[in-house]
């Protein structure tokens, strides 16, 4: 083999060894040097609107609305205006009352374990189906054959800040022992009455959970029973002149008589009177004592 044709092989296989190692090793530098395409980030789907419609779907009456009573979250005031189509059914739904005296509608509100609950109830779901009972009332449904309930439902979901009609409605048969649950349950709030206290010079209120439902059965009674009123009555201790006192009580009752009207009970249904350090629960020789006769104590005639 001449020199000539040495060199010209060692040129070929420094060429192709060359070739070899460009492939093997830099063809993935160049591969990792290209652009993944962007992932497409998928937005998180919210949860569609929950809608409960006015709807009774009993064998004598029949009435469907797709509106119902709405309202903004942790709040039991009605959004008004009420469509038309649940005014003619509200109308529907009296006449069939008048015409059936043995019937009675249940109205059951609906509430979300985080809603928060400013009402005199025990749920805001009890408020909601009192406001909506209270309407009926305006038009000319009485308040003695509109039972009032409240459930649970953590599936509400609203659209944008309106829940969309959070209630259900039922007609029942009135039980045959009402009057006597009636009779009961006034002995029952008479014997171990509603009570509101209160510090030196302050008219607040901030109900516990049993105060709740006392007010939800006063609330009751006062429906149920025609003629009813209930007695609201405000104590101070001894602590400054009487005739101080006399108006200081007396502005506790009023205070707490607004109070029962911002939750539903009309005006006319409560009584509310003063009796200042006159009829005091226990002696004011000591702050305990004085902090038992600062109370506000609601009844029924």
């Known amino acids: 083999m001449t020199k000539k044709t040495t060199n010209l092989l060692g040129i070929i296989i420094t060429i192709l060894a060359g070739t070899y190692f460009y492939i093997t090793c830099c063809s993935e530098c160049g591969m990792s040097s290209k652009k993944e395409p962007d992932k497409e980030v998928m937005a998180p789907v919210a949860d569609e609107a929950t809608s409960y419609p006015f709807a009774f779907s009993e064998d004598e ?26 005014e003619d059914g509200i109308g529907r739904l009296n006449s069939f009352l008048t015409e059936n005296s043995n019937k009675v509608v249940d109205v059951t509100g609906y509430y979300k374990s985080d809603e928060e609950n400013d009402s005199a109830f025990p749920n805001l779901g009890l408020a909601r189906a009192n406001a909506v009972k209270n309407y009926f009332v305006s038009k000319g449904i009485p308040s003695r054959l509109i039972n009032i309930y409240g459930t649970l439902k953590n599936e509400l979901v609203p659209k944008g ?32 009455p509603l009570t509101l206290k209160f510090n030196t010079a302050e008219a607040s209120i901030n109900l516990s959970s049993e105060q709740r439902q006392k007010f939800a059965d006063i609330s009751t009674y ?50 509310a009177t003063s009796k200042g350090p006159d009829e005091p629960l226990v002696s004011n020789a000591t702050e305990e004592g004085k902090a038992q006769n600062r109370r506000t104590v609601i009844t029924l005639n």
């Open 222 to 271: 006062l429906d149920k029973v025609e003629g009813a009123t209930a007695n609201v009555v405000g104590h101070t201790d001894n602590t400054g002149q009487r005739a101080t006192n006399i108006a200081l009580g007396q502005e506790r009752a009023d205070f707490a008589k607004a109070y029962m009207m911002r939750n539903g009970i009309s005006e006319s249904k409560i009584n």
């Open 161 to 192: 800040n309106i829940y969309l009609g959070p209630l259900g409605y039922n007609l029942t048969e009135r039980p045959e022992d009402a009057d006597d649950k009636l009779k009961a349950l006034y002995n029952r709030i008479n014997s171990n």
């Open 61 to 86: 009456f029949a009435y469907s609305a797709n509106n119902n009573f709405n309202f903004n979250p942790s709040s039991s005031t009605i959004l008004l205006p009420v469509t038309q189509d649940i």
